[in-house]
C-alpha cells in the first residue's frame, strides 16, 4: 500500500529544503507524513516540536503548529505543549545529538515519566549541521571532523536507551526500508505513551564522505544490507549490523491521562 | 477580604494563581523551593498543571511550550538555575512568548550560600542571555507588594508578549508578613488575532505587540529562535532583522510610563538620595528615619521595575542631590545609576549573606559627611 502525500501537509513554499543532495532526511520525513496521513490525526491538532540540527530543521517545512526550539530542549517544550493542553497531538523530530547528547536528561525523563509523545529521531551517527563532528552515535573507528584519528568509544544505542528509561513503543528503522519505518511512525503515533522511532538516517555529506560511504545510494543500500531483523537476533544489539524492528509495545499508565485523573480527585 | 500571615514566596504563589496562571514547571532550588512547592498544591485545586522537570533547561522550555497552547505559565527558581534558564529566556524573548520567571535570589557566585540573601542576580536579569533585547524585571520589597505586583508581572507579560523576571530574595521570599488577600487586581488576557487563518503573521511589524494565536486553533504559525521576518520563518535578511530587532526594542521602551514602577520616600526636600530596592530598601526607610532626627534630609529612591529603567525619573530625582546606591552585591545597578545620571555616585555594597542594615546605611552616609 503506498501512501500519497497531501501537499497540504507540506510547506510548498518553503521548499527547497536546506538537507544536502543524497540526504536521508527527506525520506524519513516523507515517512513521517505518510504516516500521518494514515493516522487520520486532526491536522490543527498537532504541534510539530524539532530541536536545532539538520533533522530539526524539518518543523519549518511541514504545515502543523510548529516549533522550532533550543537545541537539546525539543522534549522539554513539547512536555509542556502535552500537559498544558492534552488535546493536542505532540510530535517531536530530533537529531541524535539534540537527543542523546545534549538533550538526554529530557530523553531519559520524558521517556520514564511515559508522556504521550511521538518521537521520531533522525540518527545519522553524526552532526550535520555542524559540519561533520562526532555524535554519542557515531560508531567506534569512524571519521569525523573531531574524531580524525578515528572514533574510540562504542555508539550509544539509542533505542536501547529508551527502553531502558521506560518508553512503552520502541522501534527502528532505516532509511534502506521506508514502507516499515512509516508504519513503525503510524504506530508511534496511534500508540498512548511516549513512543520512540530510531530512523537510521544518511549524512553523505558530513558523515559519508569520511568512511567511504559518499554514494547516496551505496549510503542506502549499506543500511539496508547492515540491517538486521530483530526476530532473528532478538536484541536490540547486535555487533554485526543493525538491528531493526519494534522492540517494545505496552501499556502502561500515560502520564498526562493520570495527571489529570489526579486532579479531578483534588479540584474543587 | 482575608487577612493573613504568609511568605513572599506564598503571596506570588497565590497572587499567581488568581493572575490567571496555569502551568508552572520547576525544578528545587533554595531559596525558591516552597514556591513551587506551594504551587504543587494549588495548581491541581484549579485544575492547573504542575510538573517537576528533569531541570531548569527542561522547567524553562515547558513553560514556553506550555504558553504557546494559550496556558500563563510560570517557573521559579535562584541563581545557578537561572543561570541555566538563560538560553531559554533568550528564546522566549526572542520569539515572543509570554511567560513569568520567578528569580529568588541567593547568596553567589556559584552554589554560594543557597540560604542567605543577595541582591546578585541584578545584571544577569539584564544581560544574561546572548544578543540584544529588552526585558522586564519586576522587585518587590514586602509580602504585600510580591502579592500585588506578580499580577503585574503576568499582566506585562502577556500584554507585551514578553518574558517577565519576577526577582525576589532570600528574606522577601520567606519573610512572613500579614496582608490582605484581595480579588481587586485587573488581570489582563493575551490578544488574540481576529484575521481569517490565512492572512495571520504572528510576528505582524505593523502592530507593536502582534496578536498570538493558541497552537491547536487552526492557525498553523510557526515559531523559531532563528531571526525571522512577520511570516515567522528564518531569514538571515538584515532589512528584516533590522525591523524585528527594532520593534522588540519598542515595544516595551515606548511604554516606559505604564512599565516603570517606583516607589519616592520622603524626597521632596532631601540633599541627599538614596537608591535601594527589595530587602535593603526596607533598611534604607529606617536610616532615613534616623538620619532625619539627626537633621539630615535624606530621601529614598526605589525601583520596582528594576528593567528597563527610566532616565527621566532617575535624572530628575538625582538633579542638585548627592547619590547613594546600597545593594547586596558588589556593585550592579550602580553601575546603571551612574550611566544615568552621569555624575559622581557613591557606593556600598556586600555580598556575603548579610542584609545591609539601617545603621550600616546610616554609618555610611555619616562617615561621607
Ligand atoms: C546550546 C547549543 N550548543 C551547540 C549548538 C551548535 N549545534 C547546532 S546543531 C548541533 C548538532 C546537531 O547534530 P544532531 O543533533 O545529530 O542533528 P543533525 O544536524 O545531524 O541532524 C550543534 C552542536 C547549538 N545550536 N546550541
Redesign the pocket.
Known amino acids: 500500500m503506498y501512501t500519497e502525500i497531501s501537499l497540504d501537509n507540506l510547506r510548498v513554499k518553503k521548499l527547497p529544503h536546506i538537507w544536502c543532495a543524497g540526504c536521508g532526511?527527506g525520506i524519513v520525513l516523507s515517512a513521517i507524513l505518510r504516516a500521518i496521513e494514515r493516522s487520520k490525526i486532526d491536522k490543527d491538532k498537532i504541534v510539530f516540536v524539532s530541536?536545532?540540527?539538520?533533522?530539526?530543521r524539518s518543523s519549518g517545512y511541514v504545515n502543523f503548529n510548529t516549533l522550532h526550539t533550543?537545541?537539546?530542549r525539543p522534549l522539554a517544550f513539547a512536555t509542556g505543549i502535552k500537559l498544558a493542553n492534552p488535546d493536542l497531538q505532540v510530535i517531536v523530530a530530533?537529531?541524535?545529538?539534540?537527543?542523546a547528547?545534549?538533550g538526554g536528561n529530557h530523553f531519559i525523563h520524558a521517556a520514564k515519566r511515559n508522556i504521550d509523545l511521538s518521537v521520531i529521531v533522525?540518527?545519522?551517527f553524526?552532526?550535520?549541521?555542524?559540519g561533520g563532528?562526532l555524535?554519542p552515535t557515531t560508531p567506534e573507528d569512524s571519521f569525523t571532523t573531531t574524531t580524525p584519528y578515528g572514533h574510540i568509544e562504542e555508539p550509544m544505542n539509542i533505542s536501547y536507551l529508551a527502553i531502558a528509561a521506560g518508553a512503552t513503543y520502541v522501534a527502528r528503522e532505516t532509511i534502506g526500508n521506508p514502507l516499515m519505518l512509516e508504519k513503525y511512525i503510524l504506530n508511534g503515533l496511534l500508540h498512548k505513551g511516549f513512543s520512540l522511532i530510531e530512523a537510521v538516517s544518511s549524512?553523505v555529506t558530513?558523515f559519508g564522505r569520511r568512511n567511504n560511504l559518499g554514494d547516496p545510494a551505496e549510503y542506502v543500500k549499506f543500511l539496508k544490507d547492515k540491517s538486521i531483523p530483530f526476530s532473528k537476533v532478538n536484541s536490540v544489539e547486535s555487533h554485526d549490523g543493525i538491528v531493526v524492528g519494534e522492540f517494545v509495545n505496552i501499556e502502561k499508565p500515560e502520564f498526562v491521562t493520570s495527571y489529570y485523573e489526579l486532579v479531578k480527585k483534588v479540584a474543587k | 477580604m482575608k487577612e493573613r500571615l504568609m511568605s513572599g514566596n506564598e503571596a506570588v504563589a497565590i497572587g499567581a494563581i488568581k493572575a490567571g496562571c496555569r502551568f508552572f514547571a520547576g525544578y528545587p532550588i533554595t531559596p525558591s523551593t516552597d514556591l513551587a512547592e506551594r504551587m504543587s498544591k494549588l495548581l491541581p485545586e484549579v485544575g492547573g498543571a504542575f510538573i517537576q522537570m528533569e531541570d531548569e533547561l527542561g522547567s524553562i522550555g515547558a513553560i514556553i511550550g506550555a504558553s504557546l497552547t494559550g496556558s500563563k505559565a510560570m517557573t521559579a527558581t535562584s541563581g545557578p538555575g537561572f543561570s541555566l534558564m538563560q538560553?531559554g529566556i533568550g528564546f522566549a524573548s526572542f520569539s515572543e512568548i509570554p511567560i513569568v520567571v520567578v528569580d529568588v535570589q541567593r547568596v553567589g557566585p556559584s552554589t554560594g550560600i543557597p540560604t542567605y540573601p543577595s541582591q546578585g542576580d541584578i545584571m544577569q536579569a539584564r544581560w544574561g542571555t546572548h544578543g540584544s533585547h529588552p526585558i522586564i524585571a519586576l522587585y518587590p520589597s514586602s509580602v504585600k507588594e510580591s502579592y500585588d505586583l506578580i499580577f503585574t508581572a503576568f499582566n506585562f507579560s502577556e500584554k507585551y508578549r514578553v518574558p517577565v523576571i519576577f526577582i525576589s530574595d532570600e528574606v522577601i521570599g520567606h519573610m512572613r508578613e500579614k496582608i490582605t488577600v484581595d480579588d481587586s487586581h485587573v488581570v489582563f488576557e493575551r490578544k488574540k488575532p481576529e484575521v481569517p487563518k490565512e492572512d495571520y503573521l504572528p510576528f505582524d511589524s505593523r502592530y507593536e505587540v502582534p496578536p498570538l494565536a493558541n497552537f491547536g486553533e487552526g492557525y498553523r504559525f510557526h515559531v523559531t529562535g532563528l531571526t525571522h521576518d512577520e511570516t515567522g520563518f528564518p531569514t538571515s535578511d538584515p532589512v528584516k532583522a533590522e525591523r524585528l530587532m527594532e520593534r522588540l526594542q519598542r515595544k516595551i521602551l515606548n511604554h516606559l510610563d505604564e512599565i516603570f514602577l517606583y516607589e519616592t520616600f520622603l524626597v521632596e526636600d532631601a540633599d541627599i538620595l538614596i537608591v535601594s530596592y527589595g530587602v535593603v530598601a526596607r533598611s534604607a526607610k529606617e536610616a532615613i528615619l534616623e538620619l532625619r532626627e539627626k537633621g539630615l534630609k535624606v530621601g529614598l529612591f526605589r525601583p520596582i521595575t528594576i528593567w528597563p529603567s527610566s532616565e527621566k525619573v532617575l535624572k530628575d530625582l538625582a538633579s542638585n542631590r548627592r547619590v547613594f546606591v546600597f545593594e547586596m552585591n558588589l556593585g550592579q545597578y550602580v553601575h546603571e545609576v551612574e550611566r544615568i545620571v552621569k555624575k559622581k555616585v557613591e557606593f556600598y555594597g556586600k555580598e556575603n549573606g548579610e542584609i545591609i542594615s539601617p545603621e550600616e546605611i546610616e554609618s555610611c552616609i555619616l562617615k561621607s559627611l
Open positions: 532526511n530541536g536545532i540540527g539538520c533533522a530539526g533550543l537545541h537539546g530530533t537529531g541524535d545529538g539534540d537527543l547528547a545534549i533522525f540518527n545519522n553524526v552532526y550535520g549541521m555542524t563532528q555524535s549524512c558530513e | 538560553e
